[in-house]
């Protein structure tokens, strides 16, 4: 105990640099522990002590190739009269790895403003809760760092608790070049949250950045296991969440938990060889801002979210780079806050067909002026029931299905179309495809009509794609669909034009057999066959 300084410095061969068994504690200043060692534990307690003082800079460090842990700690306090008191835990290897750089245990404590930081070059195992006082001095952040480590440099975490209260931001970052990140509990700040094992760099000695790992060099350079693992708590930001992982053989960011941020934006990049790019059963909410999901896989699903998405905008794109055997993209249920948006989501496969390209389950409810978008090389499968506010934004909305970008084997289904009464601004219903067969589901009522035109098209074809390139002259087995070209089954309802045209070979152009409805517009039917209706 001492009301100044404490300075350790331990060093050994073969044996621990500083091993403690009882309290460490400065009522008034700062603890600096550094231990070296050749093959063993750097620091070393195995008892539940804290150490405590105004600021603590623990440092393990290891001349050889060890067995043991560099740091090897427990509980740590910063005095809570000790405003801006950091606590920085280091575990340096001989060489970059896997091995155990520092293990934590024990409640973690910070005084108001504190930076919290575990930078290794081996693996970062923190356990103990961490809570922060109030921030009310200046930016901090709680920061978890293998960035020069390897892809075995794994990074797992503990719970973070902030109290409330404060009015400086409290940032939380944790990242890797190419090493796994597990969040072991709920996650709690008033800043960002950031999550991201993409970090590397091409030369010796040069500064690690974000996005140096991609598709081009994971098999080298990326973990095998989840990459950004989120499966033990919540995360909650008021502002930017921003996730970048990447996986050669498992989930890019793997998560069963609600994600959420008050004011900011969530953008999440996932990319795994052979598994799910983006694997989110959780909801994920941005209250006041954006939400966008990019996914990519070899084999499975590119995005699949299937927890409620909520957002001004939604922008969702999965991506397949060879044969699937899940959806380049799966979503589910998609609501747009009341200030406004639009959601877009494309799910495209490594060539176009029949494969399973874009599909999407859960009520879908739009705002005032919403664009609702779902695009593909691929099938799209809607089935979510959309249900629109009235559109009183001045501007056209239009809800659009597209798979132009395809062939006749890229079909697309949708689910029932509702509007609330009182639209001023119209909304367009088009679904268009490049000779695939067309299933939309019912649009609007006859007591609340979609107030704006209904296109839905499968002769596009050509480069660029225009509508009419099928045509009886050019109609062939390889470039439209043997089954009905549109299907019209459940009813249409609209006050402007209604426009259907559909092509098949060997087939229906167009099978209705329910209301077409237009209260003050034209209908035209355009059917093409070879051989039949």
């Known amino acids: 105990y001492a009301t100044g300084n404490i300075v350790i410095s331990g060093i050994a061969y073969g044996n621990m640099g500083i091993n403690y068994s009882i309290y460490i504690d400065s009522s008034a200043g700062n603890v600096t522990l550094t231990g070296t060692t050749s093959t063993n534990y750097g620091i070393y307690t195995a008892y539940s002590y804290a150490i405590t003082g105004n600021n603590i800079t623990l440092t393990g460090l290891s001349s050889g190739t060890t067995t043991a842990t560099l740091v090897y700690i427990n509980a740590l306090t910063i ?226 979210a299937t927890g409620t998405l909520t957002a001004n905008n939604l922008t969702v794109t999965g991506t397949a780079t060879g044969t699937i055997a899940g959806w380049a993209t799966q979503v589910g249920a998609m609501t747009i806050n009341t200030a406004g948006g639009d959601i877009s989501v494309t799910g495209n496969g490594a060539s176009a067909g029949g494969s399973n390209g874009l599909y999407q389950s859960g009520a879908i409810t739009g705002a005032s002026g919403s664009d609702i978008t779902f695009v593909s090389n691929n099938t799209i499968s809607q089935n979510g029931a959309i249900s629109l506010a009235a559109n009183t934004s001045g501007s056209a909305a239009t809800v659009t299905f597209d798979t132009t970008t395809g062939n006749r084997l890229s079909t697309i289904g949708a689910g029932t179309l509702t509007i609330v009464t009182g639209s001023t601004s119209a909304i367009n219903y088009v679904m268009k495809s490049a000779g695939a067969a067309l299933d939309p589901g019912a649009v609007g009522t006859s007591t609340v009509r979609l107030p704006g035109t209904i296109t839905i098209d499968n002769t596009y074809g050509g480069t660029p794609s225009v509508s009419g390139s099928l045509s009886s002259s050019t109609l062939t087995t390889s470039n439209a669909t043997t089954s009905v070209g549109v299907t019209i089954d459940n009813a249409l309802y609209a006050t402007g034009n209604i426009v259907i045209s559909g092509i098949a070979y060997g087939n229906m152009g167009i099978n209705y057999s329910i209301y077409i409805d237009s209260s003050a517009g034209n209908v035209t039917l355009t059917g093409t066959t070879s051989t039949n209706y």
């Open 79 to 304: 005095n809570s009269a000790s405003t801006g008191g950091d606590i920085l835990v280091t575990g340096t290897g001989a060489t970059a790895g896997g091995a155990a750089g520092i293990y934590q245990a024990g409640a973690i404590s910070g005084a108001n403003g504190s930076d919290i930081t575990f930078v290794s070059n081996n693996t970062i195992n923190q356990n103990g809760t961490i809570t922060l006082a109030a921030n009310t001095t200046a930016t901090s952040a709680v920061t978890f760092d293998t960035t020069s480590g390897s892809k075995l440099s794994t990074i797992g975490t503990g719970a973070l608790t902030l109290t409330s209260g404060s009015s400086q931001d409290v940032n939380y970052l944790a990242k890797a070049s190419g090493g796994s990140i597990t969040i072991g509990g709920a996650v709690g700040v008033n800043g960002t949250i950031t999550l991201d094992n993409t970090y590397g760099c091409g030369s010796s000695g040069c500064t690690p950045a974000t996005g140096y790992i991609t598709s081009s060099n994971y098999a080298t350079l990326a973990t095998t296991g989840h990459a950004v693992q989120t499966t033990s708590g919540t995360l909650t930001a008021v502002k930017n969440i921003s996730i970048n992982a990447i996986s050669y053989g498992n989930y890019g960011w793997y998560s069963n938990q609600n994600t959420s941020t008050s004011t900011g934006s969530i953008s999440v990049t996932g990319i795994s060889y052979g598994n799910r790019g983006i694997s989110q059963t959780g909801t994920t909410t941005a209250t006041l801002g954006n939400i966008t999901l990019t996914g990519t896989t070899t084999t499975q699903y590119g995005v699949y």
